[in-house]
């Protein structure tokens, strides 16, 4: 593991150093997937904090949550790649199309959506589109709904807090709560 994350560490160093300033949607290998340069440094933000985190848990040693500012772009990094992880869970199997929506949605088409509300001050709202990752959120079709404190959020979707334990709200569906729970969950290792 050590391996992997210092070659990828590398890797988005050289991709910053070749890029002139301009950063834009350079690609980062994670091996099965990549990330635009922007995301993998949020996510490689985001891996530093819970890894830091559970360091200084062990040796009780006090550390600050990220500012706002920082937490709500973790947030909307790990709400805007739920949709792709829906997908792949249920193409693995590991959840199930809707009964009145066993196809994708077209691409940009509105389709059934999960309400994410994260409270606090790095909050905000999500329609998480659940039929296919490349629908559009629609509130008209509101299926769901999930409130979470944005720190549970992140430590849900670091594995940390198991998704039957993660909602301190929820409304509507409960197999789309459910997929996206675990969809969440599963962000650990995207």
């Known amino acids: 593991?050590?391996?992997?994350?210092?070659?990828?560490?590398?890797?988005?160093?050289?991709?910053?150093?070749?890029?002139?300033?301009r950063t834009g949607g350079l690609p980062v290998s994670y091996?099965?997937?990549?990330?635009?340069l922007h995301d993998a440094m949020l996510d490689?933000?985001?891996?530093?904090?819970?890894?830091?985190?559970?360091?200084?848990?062990?040796?009780?040693?006090?550390?600050?949550?990220?500012?706002?500012?920082?937490l709500h772009r973790m947030i909307e990094l790990a709400a805007r790649v739920l949709p792709t992880v829906l997908a792949e869970r249920r193409r693995a199997g590991l959840s199930e199309p809707a009964r009145h929506t066993p196809h994708l949605v077209p691409a940009g088409a509105p389709g059934r959506s999960?309400?994410?509300?994260?409270?606090?001050?790095?909050?905000?709202e999500w329609l998480i589109p659940l039929d296919s990752p490349a629908a559009r959120g629609?509130?008209?079709?509101?299926?769901?709904?999930v409130v979470l404190?944005?720190?549970?959020?992140?430590k849900l979707a670091a594995g940390h807090?198991?998704?039957?334990?993660?909602?301190?709200?929820?409304e509507g569906d409960r197999r789309?709560?459910?997929?996206?729970?675990?969809?969440?969950?599963?962000?650990?290792?995207?």
């Open 44 to 70: 490689r933000a985001f891996e530093c904090w819970v890894h830091a985190e559970d360091i200084a848990k062990a040796v009780d040693y006090p550390y600050a949550v990220p500012t706002p500012r920082h």
């Open 149 to 154: 404190d944005g720190v549970e959020f992140c």
């Open 114 to 124: 999960l309400r994410l509300e994260i409270e606090g001050d790095a909050g905000g």
């Open 161 to 170: 807090v198991s998704p039957e334990d993660a909602a301190a709200g929820q």
């Open 1 to 21: 593991m050590r391996g992997a994350w210092r070659e990828q560490s590398h890797a988005l160093v050289r991709t910053v150093s070749f890029t002139g300033g």
């Open 176 to 190: 789309a709560i459910r997929d996206v729970l675990y969809a969440a969950a599963s962000l650990s290792r995207m």
């Open 138 to 145: 629609s509130a008209e079709l509101e299926v769901a709904r």
């Open 31 to 36: 091996g099965e997937f990549t990330l635009p």
